[in-house]
């Protein structure tokens, strides 16, 4: 048994002090230090130091580790301006993703005390450097063919793929991931659909990411349009907005984006019991708007806060990421944001993806990411914000009651 001792606790959704944590790989008991000494006279106690602040492990939903490789590659400012740079440069991208690439991704979210990762697996190219990190890693494979002359031999790659996810175990947990409505035959994914509810296994899938996808899916015109005609030689979406969200009716699905959509859509993806992914500086980069974080929070739709890959970002740095929602969502009240988008890495995406962790609570995982202020809090109630203003890097992080930094 160990006690960690630290001066401030996230726990139910606030701050507090004077609590301890007695672990093994769960969380045993949490009480005052003086308590849990007594009860545990042999175990080792771990004193967070001055202004430590613990935290249970971050969550981040949705990264696309085998395109790690882009820095300067991808262009940016343009939904379809990005895309067509990822269909010339993709090759060149993946082969120079090597695991060194992807393993210094990985470790640059957990010096930010990712413990729990959402990771969308185009080829399968990143499976081993998963199965070998100490994170959990929720393994999204991905659907991607429109082609209707392609689907079959896709759709037999993406079964072996989901089949070797579900054979590696090391914390992987498998998942499915829709590419897009504009991406996916509606014939396969119905397919994908029935795998992932046959095995419960988490969904995913971008939608209503860029006001050109809206128009496409709307009209059939735009950007898109010219786009399907160069490299598709197509001119019909194949889906409408209302039908590629029925498909999901039975199966509570992750949303990644939704920066184009309106409140009639919001209001049916709550009905449906689905959640978003909200990924701020991919959608500022890429030209697609912002989150509607007022409507989102008044229908009660849960939400995570994520990165998205360094295909559209430039850390993956949960700080970061919070940073810059808490900048964009300027009519936002400051504290209790900052408190929402704490929640938005910890209990909303453990729930969303019934995950025993992200909560401070006896029988929980033991994922702590613990860390600094520069100077003692004046209020309880301001620590989110101070954390979000003040940290890129955590003090020290464990996962399953291991210390990993
Ligand atoms: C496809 O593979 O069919 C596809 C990929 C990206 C964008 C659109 C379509
Ligand atoms: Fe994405």
Known sequence: MRILNPNYIYIDGDFKRDIAIAFNSKIELIDNIEILKDKYPDAEIINCGKNSVLYPGFINTHIHLEFSANRTTLKYGNFIRWLDSVIENRDRLLDSCDSAIMEEAIQEMLNSGVTTFGEVSSFGAELEVCKQTPQKVIFFNELIGSNVAYIDALYSDFLIRVQASKEAKNGIIPAIAIHSPYSVHPIALKRALEVAKRDNMPISTHFLESPEEREWLESGSGKFLEFFKKYFNTTKPMTTIDEFLSYFDNTPTHFIHLTQAKEKELEYISKKGHSIAHCPRSN??????????????????????????????????????????????????????????????????????????????????????????????????????????????????????????
Do not use: W
Not at 315 to 330: G, P, Q, R, V
Not at 331 to 357: M, R
């Open 284 to 405: 500022r980069l890429l030209g697609c708007g912002r989150l509607d974080l007022e409507i989102v929070k008044d229908l009660n739709i849960p939400f995570s806060v994520a990165t998205d890959g360094l295909s559209s970002n430039s850390s993956l740095n949960i700080f970061d990421e919070l940073y810059s929602a808490l900048m964009i969502h300027s009519g936002e009240d400051l504290i209790e944001l900052s408190k929402l988008l704490i929640s938005s890495v910890t209990a909303q995406p453990a729930k969303i993806f019934n995950l025993n962790s992200g909560e401070i609570r006896e029988g929980k995982d033991a994922d702590f990411a613990i860390v600094k202020l520069p100077n003692a809090p004046l209020s309880l109630n301001d620590i989110a914000l101070y954390t979000i203003l003040h940290t890129k890097k955590v003090e020290s992080l464990f996962i399953d009651g291991e210390k990993i930094i």
